[in-house]
C-alpha cells in the first residue's frame, strides 16, 4: 500500500517539502487546476510539476482527476471530440509516469456540501452535510451558498466555466435517466479503456459524495450494485474504483469493509480515499477526524479488510478538519490530514505485526 497525500499543484499553499516531512507518505495525489474539463494534459506543463515532486523526494503516479467533460456524460455528438483529447491526455501523463488516474462520472455537481466551516465543541471546524438544508433550495442557491463560504480557494469540480452554464446543463439532464447515463458511461469506457491497458494505466472512479442524488440529477456510484455494474461495463484490470470511504459511507446501507475487501480481491480497487463522518441525522453527518470513534466508519476494519484483501495500491487520507487555526482549501488543510496520516499508518503497522505475532507464537 502507498500512502499518499492530495496536492493542488502549483496552485497548492502547502509546500511539498511539508508533505515529505509527514512520515510515511511517499508521493502525492495530484490535481492541477491548469487544465480544464475536456481539454488535453499538457505533457510540458504537466512533467516540469512532476520533476518539482521527484525533486522534493516524492514520487507522482497517482493523479486526480482528468475530468469528464459534462458533453460525454450526456452523450452529445461532440463528445468523441473530447473523448480524443482524454486520450491524448492520457498519453501525456502515463509519459510522465502516471500510473493510476481517478476521475468521476457524476453530472454537473462534484461533491456537495452544505457547510464549509461547520464548528465542532474543540473549536475546529469541518464540512457538513444536510439533505434538510439542501431541500427547497434551487441548484442555483446551493452552489452561490458553496462558492461564498469558500473564500478564495477553488473547490475540486465546482471549475467555474461548468458553473456559468449551470441552468443549460441542468436542462439538458432532464431527458437523461440512469440508464442513459450509464449507456454513456459504456460508451465512454469502451473508447478509453483499451489505451489505458496499452498504457499500464488504471482508471479508478470516485463515488458520488453523498450517495444519493440531488435536484433529481440521476448519480449512479452510490451502491454497491452501482459499483458491481462500473467494474462490469468494461470487464478489465485498467477499469476500478477508486474507494471513498466517507463518500460512499454516506448511505448507510453501504457496508464500507465488506465492499473494499470485496472488490479489492478481485483487483478492482485502483485508489482508497480514507474519510471518517459522523452521522447526526437522517442523511446529515459531518466529516469527522480519521480517528473510528471520533466518526461512524471502524477506520480499523477498513484498513483491515484492505490488508486482508491483499491491496496493495494507493490511498491517502481524505479531507481534513481545519485545527490549529488553519485557514485553507476546505477539507485540505495540512495538519488534521497529517494526523490522517499517521494514524492510518499506525493502524497499519498494527494490523501487520498483529500477524506476524500471531503467525510465530511470540508473545514477548
Ligand atoms: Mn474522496
New binding site residues.
Partial sequence: MKMTFRHYGNDDPIKLKYIKQIPGVTGVMCMMNEFEAGEIWDKETFQKYVNEVHAAGLECEIIESINVHEDIKMGLPTRDKYIENYKQSLRNVAECGVKTVIYNFMPVFD?VKTELKHGLPDGSNTLAFDQKMVEGLTPRDMVDGILKGAGDFQLPGWEPERLELLEEVLEKYKDIDEKKLRENYKYFLEAIIPICEDLGIKMAV?PD?PAWPIFDIPRITSTVEDLEKIVNLVDSPSNTL?L?T??LGSRKENDIPAILYDFAKRGKIGAV?A?NIKFTGDRKFYEAAHKSDYGSLDMYEIMKSLKDAGFDGYIRP??GRMIWGEEGRAGYGLYDRALGVTYLNGLLEAIEKDEDRYDSKKKY
Wanted: glycine share 10%; proline share 0%; aromatic share 10%.
Fill in positions: 461533491w470516485h459524495d477508486c471513498c466517507g463518500s480515499h474519510r481524505d479531507h
